[in-house]
């Protein structure tokens, strides 16, 4: 099971909705590069390709509702 930080997990949970980067970073209170490296370091620890990969992969670990 990957260890995500919760701002990690924040931005995975709007990927999951269909949110893009700048809807996250508003949602947030995050630029948008800030929302872009909690993406790209979430893909890195969960072994995922892209966006749509990691959240379903952080879905199938229980790590995100």
Same mark, same amino acid.
């Given at each position: ?6 701002? @990690? ?8 909705? *269909? =949110?893009?980067?700048?809807? !996250?970073?508003?949602?947030? *209170?995050? =630029? @948008? ?5 909690? /993406? &790209? &370091?979430?893909?890195? &620890?969960? *072994? %995922? ?7 379903? @992969? %952080?879905?199938?670990?229980? /790590? !995100?509702?």
């Amino acid at each position: 099971r990957a260890r995500l930080t919760a701002r @990690e997990v924040a931005v995975l949970r709007l990927v999951s909705t *269909g =949110g893009q980067a700048s809807e !996250i970073a508003k949602a947030l *209170g995050l =630029g @948008e590069e800030t929302v872009r490296s909690h /993406l &790209k &370091k979430a893909q890195m &620890k969960l *072994g %995922a390709r892209n966006r749509a990969q990691a959240a379903c @992969e %952080a879905l199938r670990q229980n /790590l !995100i509702p």
